[in-house]
C-alpha cells in the first residue's frame, strides 16, 4: 500500500485544515487507518484513527472535539479534518494503515504503512 498525506500549511490559530491520506495499491476498506503527528526531537504521537470494519473512529484526548476522522471509500481516501487549530498543534501529520488489534489503535508500531507526511503550522 503506498499512502500519500496532503493538505497540509499555514493557518492562523482557530482556523481549519483538512488533510488527505490517498492510497494506492490496495483499498483502505481493509484496514486501519490512523493519523499521527510529530514534532522535532520528540516520539511521534497518535491524533485519530479510523476502524476498518466499523468504520469507527477513536481519537486522542487533546483533539476530541475538534479533529474528525472521516473516510471516502469510493475515493479510497481518509480525511482528517481538523478545526480550532491552535499553535500546539504544530507538527508533521502522518497517515498510516495496518491492523492493529483495537488495545493498540494508538501504538504507531502497529501499523505497516506510512505516507510521507505533511506539516501543519499554526500560526498565533
Known amino acids: 500500500v503506498q499512502l500519500q498525506a496532503s493538505g497540509g500549511g499555514l493557518v492562523q490559530a482557530g482556523g481549519s485544515l483538512r488533510l488527505s491520506c490517498a492510497a494506492s495499491?490496495?483499498?483502505?476498506?481493509?484496514?486501519?487507518v490512523g493519523w499521527f503527528r510529530q514534532t522535532p526531537g520528540n516520539e511521534r504521537e497518535f491524533v485519530a484513527a479510523s476502524r476498518r470494519n466499523t468504520g469507527s473512529t477513536t481519537s486522542a484526548d487533546f483533539v476530541k472535539g475538534r479533529f474528525t476522522v472521516s473516510r471516502d471509500n469510493a475515493k479510497n481516501t481518509v480525511y482528517l479534518q481538523m478545526n480550532s487549530l491552535k499553535p500546539e498543534d504544530t507538527a508533521v501529520y502522518y497517515c498510516?494503515?495496518?491492523?492493529?488489534?483495537?488495545?493498540?489503535?494508538?501504538?504507531?508500531?502497529?501499523?505497516?504503512?506510512w505516507g510521507q507526511g505533511t506539516l501543519v503550522t499554526v500560526s498565533s
Open positions: 498510516a494503515a495496518g491492523r492493529p488489534i483495537l488495545s493498540s489503535t494508538s501504538s504507531p508500531a502497529a501499523y505497516y504503512y
Open positions: 495499491g490496495s483499498t483502505l476498506r481493509d484496514y486501519v
